[in-house]
T-cell receptor, first 112, second 114 residues
């Protein structure tokens, strides 16, 4: 089955800095790669996603890049703010689009 | 407002008890999922369902069962709770029949087994 590796497990940045979280996947047939943000005590919420026919997608301060050849994708957050502090999860579909496999998560801490 | 609801939000129960965690959604979605998540840790898929009368096992399904008699309702049952079941359980849904891959999550049930 699919295996998703996520790095780093924790990331501390100063407000205004950029943050990058990286994920690799094992199933070359995977076609959908979402990123979820989970604040403390809250439910995970989708912040951005990308499909395999696109190499990059941007939404304001958040961007995701995908390298299908290398089987890795990354989340980029620019001009970080304290409210960006949360756990971020990457995920990938299996080749049949039936389920998502999640990475272990990255705890992002943005200090004022 | 369209949403996913889970009850109870918190549950403390003794070893050996049978429990059912409820999940209902008013999103109009066909596909539903159950995940187990220790706080801040990765999500493990327990069960999922494509629609009424459909149930599939995930990675951690062996100690629980689900049913899907109504589209909007997807309860999870633990026949005999154990301390190792202590965790948070998240229900989710997606609009798979219309090509929607995004999963929307409920608020979760935090279970403690003594």
């Amino acid at each position: 089955g699919e295996n998703v590796e996520q790095h780093p497990s924790t990331l501390s940045v100063q407000e205004g800095d950029s943050a990058v979280i990286k994920c690799t996947y094992s199933d070359s047939a995977s076609n959908y790669f979402p990123w979820y943000k989970q604040e403390l005590g809250k439910r995970p919420q989708l912040i951005i996603d990308i499909r395999s026919n696109v190499g990059e997608k941007k939404d304001q301060r958040i961007a995701v890049t995908l390298n299908k050849t290398a089987k890795h994708f990354s989340l980029h957050i620019t001009e970080t703010q304290p409210e960006d502090s949360a756990v971020y999860f990457c995920a990938a579909t299996d080749s049949g689009y039936s389920t998502l496999t999640f990475g272990k998560g990255t705890m992002l801490l943005v200090s004022p | 407002e369209a949403d996913i609801y889970q009850t109870p939000r918190y549950l403390v129960i003794g070893t050996g008890k049978k429990i059912t965690l409820e999940c209902s959604q008013t999103m109009g979605h066909d596909k539903m999922y159950w995940y187990q998540q220790d706080p801040g840790m990765e999500l493990h898929l327990i069960h999922y369902s494509y629609g009424v009368n459909s149930t599939e096992k995930g990675d951690l399904s062996s100690e629980s069962t689900v049913s899907r008699i109504r589209t909007e309702h997807f309860p999870l049952t633990l026949e005999s709770a154990r301390p190792s079941h202590t965790s948070q359980y998240l229900c989710a849904s997606s609009d798979a029949s219309r090509g929607g891959f995004e999963q929307f999550f409920g608020p979760g049930t935090r279970l403690t087994v003594l």
